[in-house]
């Protein structure tokens, strides 16, 4: 998408106008894949452009000549997928001309129209600001002139322009709360005013990794939804913490205290950084009350939850992962590299693959790692869902829209990204120390090899920056352009696996 | 895992099944009634099987990426091997017939028992080294030694005037050139896995009883240490160990493909 090119509308995508439920269109383009040509946005004609939105109302040329240079003006003919519900693209869009509806759960049977937006109007704010991925998707209704602003140049006028923070705080606010309870299936059937009503008294919270959100013991004065991150809900036995599970968004937590009407009976702390919406309790009692329905799904979930804590404290496997993996950060991986000690023969493939299909001649496969039972947690990115490296100053990290932390060839060296990564699987390395094959026999054999193509050198004439600087930083890059990761392909035995934690626990728990 | 090793096996027991069937009535296949075709066919179709199978070492070393993943090459490797020295044996027609030939066969043999060898060793390595905690590579693990010894050169300067403790430093100091030994006198050796253990934790914090604080951090280095050294050790023994039996494995193998080459160009000519 942010590449120069034109679009034609993508003719098998169907949406029906808000009301009704829309039917899943049969294939949906991402906007980066459709083809067309797009005006270039710069200069004079950038600012007079965007002094017309409202949003940007009272802003300086200066100002506003922060967004121009990361800014793109496509023209798209309708029924176009603009956004991807669950892509990580951190653009923000602001509509010039035309109208767009936003779609939740698009590419599936159960697609639910939030509503529309037409000329002045913006979206992708919430992805911009979050740096989650896309909630919705937004489709065109009629052929529209689209604002792409870069994630950049988006924070840094947000940054200087208070007035466009406070406006997009409050609609990321408002938005979210509306999004969320449309779209938790617990509210499913309970009608819109009263979820209008629910939405005016609840409160959007944000709370940091290791922050406590409530203790055992506590009042039960709050139930709550998870907008996004990860959480955990766990119990002290004298000094050893016993974790009962882990919370990720969509699902909802602090129900037991409101019905029993007894004090919290487990403490619930973020593991990553975390957003909830946080409801009284008379409102979310006057819900129960009304929606026997949404009473019945809340007791169905209390059930399931006493049998989950009764499965933990039986099988030592799944409470010994369930806590390595919460308590060593793994949970919020979504590709973490894990190593069955039960197979290793300690070859060493893994590493020696990854050193090989990378130009630079370094792996990227630290073997030194926690061990959560028969697992090695290898040191190697985990490509998390917040990811806490993507703090360079230089933007030379950055996640296409799977989700894959990748860094880009003009990385400077600066570190960064190395130290905000907690986990510690970034490793500057000194351009000196690029390994070039040595020898002929060597030189020959790596033709087979198919190294991969370079990027930590650039093919062709180099900038002159780049040939100035005297490190770069490496980490997992999934082995893009390869069937696959290089570790787990090459694993005689399949110890070396890329896997989701959370898939790993379900199927722990399916296996018990 | 065994889900996976059942497919394999059932696959092979198929097949093996299916050349027994067309072996067994080769008379009444209009393809197979020449009995020269028929033994040409099996012993061509094995000898092609195993040469491509060779294969496995070049996928392992050369073509990183060539035909999927490894572990599926190993397990083709293991169960696609014994089809084709089952199809060897319906080429023999369970004879020894010539010296050459006989001896071909011994070889083939040979090399697949020293395969299931390997098969052992591939499923004991990890039951042997599952005691320890990390899978670090040896000069890590070598570093790793060092800083721990580093670790307890400091705290024995931290209070000097303790006997017990500069005693154990150096005692501890002298025991690292166990590291050095020859790896293939390490083959030979036994388990290393004995140099640790928590009732030896609780000697050393008997001896250290006197100095709480400093004393258990020396004994927690002390221990640590020793299972990195017994890690070490216990890890290269078994890589020497796994390294001699692919040597073997992988000379039988190369006789035989030498000594097949042979048998067929004899077959040819004479």
Known sequence: ?512 | MFAIHRVWLLATGGLMLLFGAVYYWRGQIPLFASEKFSLYAFGLLGFALILFLSNYASRKYIFLWFGGKLRLWLLAHIYLSLLAGFLILLHSRFRFGSPWSGGTATLLGVMIFTGLIGLVIYTAIPRALADFDSILLPAELRQSVDASMARLGQLASLKPELAPLVALAAQEQAAKADLDTSRWKLLLSPSHRSRYSSRKLGEVEALLEGLPGVGVEVARTILEKRKLEAQFLEQQRWTMIRRAWLITHGSLTASFLAASVIHIIVVLYY
């Open chain 1, 1 to 512: 998408m942010k590449s120069a090119m034109a679009f034609t509308p993508t003719t098998s995508t169907s949406v029906e106008e808000p009301g009704g439920k829309s039917s899943p269109p049969e294939a949906l383009l991402r906007l980066s894949e459709q083809t067309a040509k797009i005006p270039s946005l710069a200069g004079r004609e950038a600012t007079e452009i965007l002094s017309e939105v409202p949003l940007f109302a009272g802003l300086t040329d200066e100002q506003l000549g922060r967004l121009a240079p990361g800014a793109i003006i496509h023209q798209v003919e309708p029924n176009s997928v603009v956004v991807r519900e669950g892509d990580y693209e951190e653009t923000f869009f602001i509509i010039l001309s035309g109208k767009v509806l936003v779609i939740a759960g698009a590419e599936t049977s159960a697609a639910r129209h939030l509503g529309s937006l037409s000329r002045g109007e913006f979206f992708g704010e919430m992805a911009a600001l979050s740096g989650y991925p896309r909630s919705a998707t937004v489709i065109t209704a009629e052929p529209s002139l689209l604002l792409e602003v870069t994630k950049e140049a988006f924070l840094s006028l947000v940054d200087h322009a208070p007035s466009v923070k406070a406006a997009l705080d409050q609609e990321y606010k408002a938005r979210a709360l509306k999004s969320q309870l449309q779209l938790t299936s617990l509210f499913q059937g309970v009608e819109q005013a009263v979820l209008d009503e629910l939405s005016e008294k609840a409160v959007l919270k944000s709370f940091k990794k290791t922050e406590i959100v409530f203790r055992e013991g506590d009042p039960g004065d709050s139930f709550y939804l998870v907008r996004n991150g990860f959480a955990k809900v766990s119990r002290w036995k004298g000094q050893e913490e016993f974790v009962l599970a882990y919370l990720k968004g969509g699902t909802f937590f602090g129900e037991m205290a409101i019905l029993s009407d007894e004090p919290r009976s487990a403490n619930v702390v973020a593991v990553t950084r975390l957003e909830v919406v946080q409801f009284p309790r008379e409102q979310f009692l006057q819900v129960l009350r009304r929606y026997p329905d949404v009473e019945a799904k809340v007791r169905k979930e209390i059930e399931a939850r006493k049998k989950w804590q009764q499965k933990i404290q039986q099988n030592v496997t799944l409470a010994t992962t369930l806590k390595g993996f919460v308590e060593g950060g793994v949970i919020g991986g979504r590709d973490v590299l894990m190593i069955d000690l039960k197979k290793c023969i300690r070859c060493y493939n893994c590493v020696r693959a990854c050193r090989e299909v990378h130009d630079d001649g370094h792996s990227r496969v630290n073997l030194k790692g926690i061990k959560v039972g028969s697992l090695l947690i290898a040191t190697s990115c985990r490509h998390c869902y917040d990811p806490e490296c993507m703090v360079c100053p230089i933007g030379a990290i950055d996640r296409d829209h799977t989700g894959r932390v990748e860094i880009k060839s003009h990385c400077m060296g600066i570190g960064k990204c190395s130290k905000g990564c907690p986990n510690g699987v970034i490793s500057l390395v000194n351009v000196e120390a690029i390994k070039k094959p040595k020898g002929r026999v060597t030189a020959f054999l790596d033709r087979f090899k198919k190294r991969r193509l370079p990027k930590v050198v650039p093919d062709g004439p180099q900038p002159a920056y780049l040939a100035r600087r005297k490190r770069y930083s490496i980490k997992c890059d999934l082995c893009e352009g390869f069937p696959g990761p290089a570790c787990m392909g090459n694993c005689p035995t399949g110890a070396a696996q890329r896997l989701n934690p959370e898939e790993y626990i379900r199927y722990l728990e399916q296996a018990m």
